[in-house]
């Protein structure tokens, strides 16, 4: 069995975005105001730097319970300890990750299409990844838009948690939970926010609301 992870409110990481705040600091307000996960994205950096910014999250959101996901690197993950790894299409498979990760680890698979689902092998996968969602800035390799109605298609396919990524805000986030996922992945809506503590609330009011509704 995985760790326990909540897909509410994604938060992931980009280096860019938490260089003013500090990154540390960005997750304590983004936890703070509601974020459920957080994930350590940063393709560009070094494994040794990546390691010691993992293991200063975890000391940080281990005692409030909330899971640290690394991006794409299982080495990562393993040596800082996290509690599981994001995996895109072209990085190790789910099954090699869990491989070397363990029973326990969280892993989650990346998923632009309902075709690329239907490609996928999923076994040993514990949450899917769908979009993007809406254009973003933050990944220049993110394909094309599949709106809430890609996340419905793939909801239509599974019955793994799905969390929406990819151009999400407070303003969409109600649309892609009536997708039918589990939650909302962000980057800049949280991490490039004047306050990124209102932005998660923000985002939390609206994924409230849009589960009421529901
Ligand atoms: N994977 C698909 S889109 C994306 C990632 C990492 C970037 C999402 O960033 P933003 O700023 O929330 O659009
Ligand atoms: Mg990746």
Known sequence: MPHAF???????????QVAARGLAATV????????????LRDPDAHGRDLVAQARALRALL?????ALIVNDRVDVAHAAGADGVHLGQDDLSPQAARAILGPDAIVGLSVGTPAEFA???????DYLGVGPVRATGTK?????????????????????????????????????IGAGAD?????????????????A????????AARAGG
Not at 28 to 39: D, I, R, S
Not at 62 to 66: L, S
Not at 159 to 168: F, K, Q, S, T
Not at 202 to 207: K, N, P, S
């Open 140 to 176: 220049a390799d993110a394909g094309a838009a599949i709106g809430p109605e890609g996340v419905a298609a793939v909801r239509r396919l599974t019955a793994l948690p799905i969390v929406g990524i990819g151009g999400i805000d407070a303003a969409i986030a109600g649309a892609v």
């Open 201 to 208: 609330e923000a985002l939390r009011a609206a994924i409230s």
């Open 6 to 16: 909540d897909l509410t409110l994604y938060l992931v990481t980009d280096p860019r």
């Open 28 to 39: 304590e307000a983004a936890v703070a105001g509601g974020a459920t996960l957080v994930q």
């Open 62 to 66: 281990a005692p409030r319970g909330i």
């Open 183 to 199: 939650g909302v992945a962000v980057v800049s809506a949280v991490c490039a926010a004047a306050d990124p503590k209102a932005a």
């Open 119 to 125: 490609s996928s092998d999923l076994s040993g996968v």
